[in-house]
């Protein structure tokens, strides 16, 4: 499946979606790594079948153009899977301290394995990028302040987190469409 396929899933009452969704590789500030990454790492925290499938297919298809850069898209495509794996978790446990306001929970160490966001394998300002675009999924603002703040570090500039963000509520909102075509098909 590719996003051609999904764009006729999504129906005319929703054509802004299915407009931006036709418009998610244009980026400027964001490699193709970065941007493809993002995409399948987001699609995956969507939990949305059809759009996870599609956003493999896109990144297989724009990443791996040559028999050289397959080793290099299977690399983007394995380290976006761990951004999206570790921030389910992440974001889940961040998310519930920050709003539980407690500092003494706060000084409690996480006890969570996250040796995956060292030993992912692409750079690290990609995999920043896609923890950005899974958080924002999720709705965990403190992972959302703690990946925006190394992008800073390491001197990203805030238009490729926007493109981030940008891609992050495309899709959602095209899971989230599809998802309720669905269900009304049985109405």
């Given amino acids: 499946m590719d996003f051609e396929t999904l764009k006729t899933r999504i129906p005319d009452t929703a054509k802004d979606i299915r407009l931006n969704l036709g418009s998610l590789d244009r980026s400027e500030h964001l ?3 970065q941007l493809w990454g993002t995409v399948l790492a987001v699609a995956l925290a969507t939990r949305q079948a059809d759009v996870i499938r599609a956003a493999m297919g896109e990144t297989r298809k724009r990443l791996a153009a040559s028999p050289a ?14 951004a999206a794996a570790l921030m389910a978790m992440n974001n889940i446990f961040y998310r519930s301290r920050h709003l539980l ?5 706060n000084q409690v160490l996480a006890r969570l394995r996250m040796q995956g966001m060292m030993t992912h394998g692409a750079p690290q300002v990609d995999f920043e990028l896609w923890s950005v675009g899974v ?3 999720n709705g965990c603002g403190m ?3 703690s990946h925006v703040g190394k992008l800073k570090e390491h001197g990203v500039r805030m238009e490729a987190v926007n493109d981030v963000l ?3 509520a495309v899709l959602f909102a095209a899971a989230s469409v599809i998802d309720g075509e669905t269900a009304l098909a049985g109405v």
């Avoid at 306001?101 to 929970?105: A, F, G, P, S």
């Fill in 166 to 168: 940008r891609i992050a």
């Fill in 69 to 82: 850069d397959a080793s290099a898209a299977e690399t983007t495509i394995a380290a976006a899977r761990t």
């Fill in 31 to 33: 490699t193709p790594g």
């Fill in 101 to 105: 306001h407690d500092d003494t929970l």
């Fill in 143 to 145: 992972c959302l302040e």
């Fill in 135 to 137: 958080s924002a999924v």
